[in-house]
């Protein structure tokens, strides 16, 4: 497929397909090299990409039923269906569900139980939880009791971060009233990045995609636009972004971090020739409106 970039682009990232099958436009824009403090930025980037890229290729090396030593269990499904607790904290969804909303001090400090309200194809911190396995993803996605059970978990990590649904067809968020102290609390305890990129991605591969150019929109606001969240901007850009599965909705949030994000010349995370071709139809708009 044609591209508008090549591995010859100063940012090109081979693990990095947002830009595939692009029109090829303005190929004759040229490019200035880059500041040499941005390829440290770059090789983060990078070193992100490759993880973000197999998530998003759906991990095409993992078999079915992989680390199971019973192929037909399913651990993370019993868990989301009331069946089974989690472990090590022997806990029932529902009891996580009604008792442990805005108990911030728990939700932060406990560390074990991410891995099984936001269960992945890939592991975690805590042993005792299961990878999810293919045969799962497929009986979750039929079981709507089991994706009401998350969608109560996703609105429980979401007040957490000081977040609320407004639209549950659209997955549109906004801020809590008290979004100030717990903003606070996530700029401070910056591991909550990893638990966001996990959500993310549990949201894609459990049949809520659509939430999650939602919630990346909102980081890349607060962040870029209204200066909060300073300490996690790079993980909203290596990161969030790159777990949004629709590749339109990535290529918007990305011209929409671009706009939004100065200096413009350390910004890294598309090729540098689309930079520049968003630049030149940036000048186009702000002539038309300065035009009486």
Not at 198 to 227: H, M, S
Not at 256 to 281: G, R, S
Request: proline fraction near 5%; glycine fraction near 4%.
């Amino acid at each position: 497929s044609e591209t508008l970039v090549d591995p010859t682009d100063e940012f090109y990232c081979s693990y990095d397909s947002t830009w595939e099958d692009e029109p090829s436009q303005n190929r004759s824009i040229e490019i200035s090299s880059s500041p040499r403090s941005n390829r440290y930025k770059f090789r983060r980037f990078q070193n992100a990409a490759k993880d973000m890229q197999t998530y998003r290729h759906d991990y095409p090396n993992q078999p079915r039923d992989q680390h199971l030593s019973k192929p037909e269990a399913r651990p993370n499904l019993m868990f989301y269906l009331g069946q089974d607790p989690c472990l090590p904290d022997g806990l029932h969804i529902s009891d996580i569900h009604k008792e442990w909303h805005g108990d911030y001090n728990k939700l932060e400090h406990v560390h074990t139980y991410i891995q099984w309200l936001f269960p992945l194809q890939e592991p975690g911190v805590n042993s005792e939880a299961n990878i999810l396995t293919k045969q799962e993803i497929t009986d979750f996605l039929n079981n709507s009791f089991a994706k009401k059970n998350l969608l109560k978990s996703y609105k429980l990590m979401l007040d957490f971060y000081g977040i609320e649904m407004i639209n549950e067809i659209t997955g549109d968020v906004r801020k809590t009233e008290n979004w100030m102290e717990r903003f606070d609390n996530f700029n401070r305890h910056t591991h909550n990045s990893l638990r966001i990129t996990r959500i993310l991605k549990c949201l894609g591969t459990l049949g809520y995609r659509d939430y999650q150019a939602p919630l990346v929109k909102f980081f890349l606001v607060e962040t870029l636009v209204n200066g909060q969240l300073p300490n996690i901007k790079e993980s909203v850009l290596n990161y969030f972004v790159f777990a949004v599965l629709d590749k339109k909705k990535r290529r918007k949030l990305l011209k929409f971090a671009y706009e939004n994000y100065e200096p413009k010349e350390e910004f890294v995370w598309c090729p540098k020739k689309i930079q520049m071709f968003w630049l030149q139809q940036m000048k186009i708009q702000n002539g038309r409106e300065k035009s009486p």
